[in-house]
């Protein structure tokens, strides 16, 4: 009996071991594993490219993240994602790279990676960042500067804010995961397709109806930041 109960725990606790091994990106089991973008096989990830077609081009992108991007935009804000999906070297590698900039007083909106965490570094500017916990919610921010850097756990809802009323910032950003996902949180909650029944966020935010149709209309298609 006590044999089996043993067992029975030795199982359990290797079961638990797999399932948190499997939260996060794939580990190559080989030098590199180049992401063959073409192929029709669908895995946790991408089907590796042929190692013997692999050529030094497949580990370089002519990113370009020294040229400024157009922030000209409702929240003020452009993110340059560099990931496995226009960089197949990342594939596997558990790394991308993110460059961000903000106009005046622009704001990288309230959202969360559900697979990474974010290394932020300050390249230019001033920035208010900050993240939230889960429940009971408890808000970490801070004032950086050029040359800072701030880390926003995996999955917690992170934003930032250039506070420069008249000159633009910009940040760059690593992230644990060849492919972050991004979740809006505006965006998600009053954007979704097909809408989130106007009932449930009525009870949740507390408001009237009129206010949350007014904000599905900032957030319809033709209006996603």
Not at 144 to 168: E, R, S
């Amino acid at each position: 009996m006590a044999s089996s109960s043993l067992f029975l725990l030795a199982s359990l606790l290797v079961l638990s071991s797999w399932q948190q091994a499997i939260a996060y990106d794939p580990s190559p089991l080989q030098d590199f594993c180049v992401a063959d973008m073409a192929s029709p096989v669908r895995v946790n990830g991408f089907a590796c490219k042929d190692p013997m077609n692999v050529t030094s081009d497949d580990f370089f992108n002519a990113a370009k993240f020294d040229m400024p991007r157009n922030t000209m935009n409702k929240v003020g804000s452009n993110v340059t994602n560099l990931n496995v999906i226009n960089f197949p070297g990342l594939n596997t590698l558990g790394i991308s790279l993110a460059r961000i900039d903000y106009a005046p007083m622009g704001v990288n909106p309230p959202h969360v990676h559900p697979r990474a965490t974010e290394l932020l570094t300050v390249l230019e500017g001033t920035l208010y960042v900050g993240f939230v916990t889960s429940n009971p919610n408890r808000l970490f921010s801070k004032v950086v500067h050029k040359g800072d850097v701030f880390v926003f756990p995996k999955a917690m809802i992170h934003f930032q804010m250039n506070l420069d009323h008249n000159k633009p910032a910009v940040a760059q950003s690593a992230l644990s995961s060849q492919n972050p996902g991004v979740i809006t949180i505006a965006s998600a909650i009053f954007g979704s397709k097909p809408p989130i029944s106007d009932d449930v966020l009525v009870k949740a935010f507390q408001v009237e109806k009129k206010v949350i149709d007014w904000l599905k209309s900032q957030f319809s298609e033709n209006n996603h930041y």
